[in-house]
């Protein structure tokens, strides 16, 4: 293997990149559009949604209960309505995502220390939020609840005379302190972003020398198959690892995700991921020899299999058996896992080799198939 050789054969392919507007503009902008998208569009924390209440009665402990509902972080009192069908309509019209309808005898039955209910109207089309709500709505009133039974036991003096034992559950949370989807949802945007430049680019490469007709120039050149691989690969290498770092920045420095982990560690686990993706993307422009053809054949391979099967914003062990199996052949899975682990916990390098032992063989296996499929000849 002649370094010369190499190394003209990324000089062409880096003036290919350079004069490709196209190319430039995935390069440039993808990576941090991507990162603004999912940072600021993707939210899975349900703060602040807005609630209609019907208060039938309007006493000062009806009050009081709205205003834990106020107090809340995940509610918001959008509007106080004077009838049931107010709070059907807001629901239909999308207005509102709950409506709480406190009884006329609220106050009666808590000062006469009966139960009381109180309804909750929900918005269900979206079933996972809307269960999250009622989680959110239980955790109000139980709290209410709470402060309601122990006042009515101190008036009648029961509150130390008769204790009882109660068993509570003290959280604490790791990792993500303050449960922000951001911070679980930023990190994986690097497996996103690489996957579109590593194999949406280097799909095209092959191919593009196919259909410009300079394939034949290549060949009749004592340039080996193994160089004119590398070669076309390096430059895109270089690229996908510098936007690497700038995600990682806009991670950090404007999202503020907290990294934990080392910045070595994260340069080894993104360099076998833009391995993997290079010889995927490479070995697609071998089959397809033609850039329409690549380009469609990369989006499918490469970009949805990352973004759905990854475990990127869907949790792995909650989808059907068979498509867990089949994230095990998905390389974008150990690389998410990783970026996650890494940025969140701080696991060091060899506390990774759940990851980084799969990532490996898919280097070896895809390397392997791409350098055998690309052969210096006309067929």
């Not at 449960?179 to 690489?194: H, K, N, Q, W």
């Not at 120039?217 to 160089?227: C, F, G, H, K, N």
């Not at 089949?326 to 080799?353: C, D, E, N, Q, W």
């Amino acid at each position: 293997m002649s370094l010369t050789r190499l190394l003209a054969v990324a000089r062409k392919e880096v003036i290919h990149v350079l004069r490709d507007t196209r190319s430039l503009m995935i390069v440039i902008i993808m990576p941090v559009a991507l990162m603004l998208l999912f940072g600021y569009g993707v939210n899975l924390d349900l703060k602040g949604m807005p609630i209609y209440v019907y208060d039938q009665e309007g006493s000062q402990q009806s009050q009081d209960l709205l205003k834990y509902f106020q107090a809340s972080q995940y509610f918001h009192i959008a509007r106080i309505v004077d009838s049931y069908s107010d709070v059907t309509a807001a629901l239909d019209s999308g207005q509102a995502k709950m409506g709480i309808v406190i009884p006329w005898n609220f106050s009666r039955r808590l000062g006469s220390g009966e139960a009381v209910k109180v309804q909750a109207l929900l918005d269900a089309t979206d079933d996972n939020s809307a269960n999250v709500l009622v989680g959110y709505a239980q955790a109000v009133v139980q709290g209410y609840s709470s402060k309601i039974q122990f006042d009515w036991l101190s008036r009648r003096g029961q509150s130390a005379a008769q204790p009882s034992a109660s068993i509570g559950v003290q959280t604490r949370t790791w990792y993500n302190e303050n449960l922000e989807s951001r911070d679980f949802i930023v990190p994986g945007v690097l497996a996103l972003v690489m996957s579109v430049i590593g194999a949406f680019l280097t799909a095209l490469t092959i191919a593009r020398e196919w259909e410009r007709g300079t394939m034949e120039q290549l060949i009749s050149t004592p340039v080996t198959a193994m160089e004119i691989m590398l070669g076309k690969l390096a430059p895109y290498f270089i690229v996908g690892m510098f936007d690497v770092a700038v995600c990682a920045l806009i991670a950090i420095a404007w999202f503020k995700v907290p990294f934990r982990g080392s910045y070595l560690t994260l340069a080894v686990a993104s360099a076998l991921f833009m391995i993997v993706v290079l010889a995927l993307g490479f070995f697609i422009s071998v089959v397809a020899k033609s850039q329409f053809t690549a380009s469609q054949i990369s989006l499918p391979v490469t970009f949805l299999p990352a973004f759905l099967l990854s475990g990127f914003i869907f949790a792995i062990d909650q989808m059907p058996v068979p498509l867990q199996w089949i994230t095990r052949f998905i390389p974008a899975r150990y690389y998410v896992s990783a970026l996650k682990k890494i940025f969140l916990k701080g696991t060091p390098t060899a506390m990774l080799a759940a990851d980084f032992v799969p990532l490996a063989i898919f280097t070896v296996v895809l390397t392997f198939v791409a350098t055998h499929a690309f052969h210096k000849r006309l067929d």
